[in-house]
């Protein structure tokens, strides 16, 4: 089925070309990182994670968010996601590698990751985070690749591919578990250490992806034809529109919690993020506002069925949505957890302009990715009749 990609418009050539110089402005300022080391970042000795560690948190749960399309169609046998499914799943396998990279880029020498293989430590949770987003990318090209096949040629994937697609969602909800208890796990850092980080991880992960899924999957159908049905848009509109809400009273509760016990170090975090703390008036406070504000407009969007159903009006909501999630979660987590620090001290911190450009390198990397898997799979599509 690779050939397929060799068979394109000169507009899928174009924005592989497209997305290849943007790829190759990272790599150019990955290399210049490589030279002068992780001080052309903005991170520092009090902020160690900055925004690299803050995308691989996003991305994994966007790569998490296939068990939305995945549990339903499998366990509850709602047919009308299997067209959308291979979807899923190759943009799990983007997402996944785009987590990979990012790790990558922010251990400075990226031999350093061989230490985590070579020298296995089972009492770190950076050893399992490592062992089930390798197991999560396996599982998914191994579905993926397998069912794909299967639907090319009109046949009914092998039974034993059955128990890797059930895998695939224990493992799912596995992979954004482990990465909260990285942040959990530390006791030092009060903004993140809470009981419900996984479930808050889990709700935003399983908004926010199927979310960007859809926006896709619209964009495609305007692009290329491809219909998932109405139904199908409708049913993961009102996953997406459940699961934000649960995002939304996940973090109000946080708030309660730190507001009416009076415990400061729960406190301080918060105040940073969204009015400043100690005389520090920070950056990120108007993102968090626009975070906050853009959450209620997209749930005031999404609960009435009457403006939901409406597909003028759902790209916007879901827009909206994704905004809101990406701010909240990869700014706001992050630079709340590492402000103040111990101490009680502020380090202000702020992303530098070649760590936004190998980000965004890494962006069009997994674009590419994604845009050669999901060719194929459109392709064979096609050739089966089921497009």
């Not at 100690?278 to 209620?296: C, E, K, N, R």
Request: glycine share 8%.
């Amino acid at each position: 089925m690779i050939e397929k990609v060799l068979k394109g418009s000169p507009a899928f050539y174009i924005w592989l070309l497209f997305l290849g110089g943007i790829a190759s402005l990272g790599v150019f300022a990955y290399i210049f990182q490589l030279k002068y080391g992780l001080t052309i970042t903005g991170m520092s000795r009090d902020v160690s994670w900055g925004l690299y560690i803050s995308q691989f948190t996003y991305f994994v749960g966007v790569a998490a968010s296939a068990v939305m399309l995945v549990l339903p169609a499998y366990f509850h046998h709602y047919k009308k996601f299997k067209k959308m499914i291979i979807l899923g799943e190759f943009m799990a396998i983007s997402a996944v590698l785009m987590c990979m990279l990012f790790i990558v880029t922010d251990m400075g020498q990226p031999q350093r990751m061989l230490n985590v293989i070579l020298h296995p430590t089972p009492n770190s949770i950076m050893f399992y985070d490592m062992m089930v987003l390798m197991g999560y990318l396996f599982i998914n090209a191994l579905v993926g690749w397998v069912t794909l096949e299967a639907e090319r040629h009109d046949v009914d994937p092998p039974k034993w591919i059955k128990f890797f697609i059930y895998l695939s969602v224990v493992w799912a909800f596995s992979i954004h578990t482990v990465t909260a208890f990285l942040y959990a796990g530390l006791p030092g850092r009060h903004y993140w250490l809470t009981a419900i980080m996984a479930a808050r991880f889990l709700s935003s992960a399983f908004a926010s992806g199927p979310a960007i899924l859809l926006l896709l999957v619209i964009a495609l159908r305007r692009l290329t034809g491809f219909d998932p049905g109405r139904e199908a848009i409708q049913t993961l509109t009102k996953i997406i529109t459940y699961a934000m809400a649960i995002n939304v009273f996940f973090f109000l509760l946080e708030v309660f919690t730190a507001f009416y016990s009076g415990m400061p170090g729960h406190q301080h975090p918060l105040t940073f993020l969204f009015v400043g703390h100690d005389g520090h008036a920070s950056w990120v406070v108007g993102w968090m506002w626009t975070a906050a504000v853009l959450a209620m407009l997209s749930l005031c969007l999404l609960i009435p069925p009457q403006i939901r159903d409406n597909e003028r009006v759902l790209p916007w909501a879901l827009g909206i949505l994704v905004i809101a999630s990406w701010i909240d979660k990869g700014l706001g987590l992050l630079i709340g957890g590492f402000t103040p620090n111990p101490f009680e001290t502020v380090t202000e911190y702020a992303p530098s302009f070649p760590e936004i450009l190998v980000t965004v390198g890494v962006y069009a990397i997994g674009l590419m990715v994604l845009s050669v898997l999901w060719k194929i799979a459109l392709d064979v599509k096609k050739e089966a009749g089921t497009f």
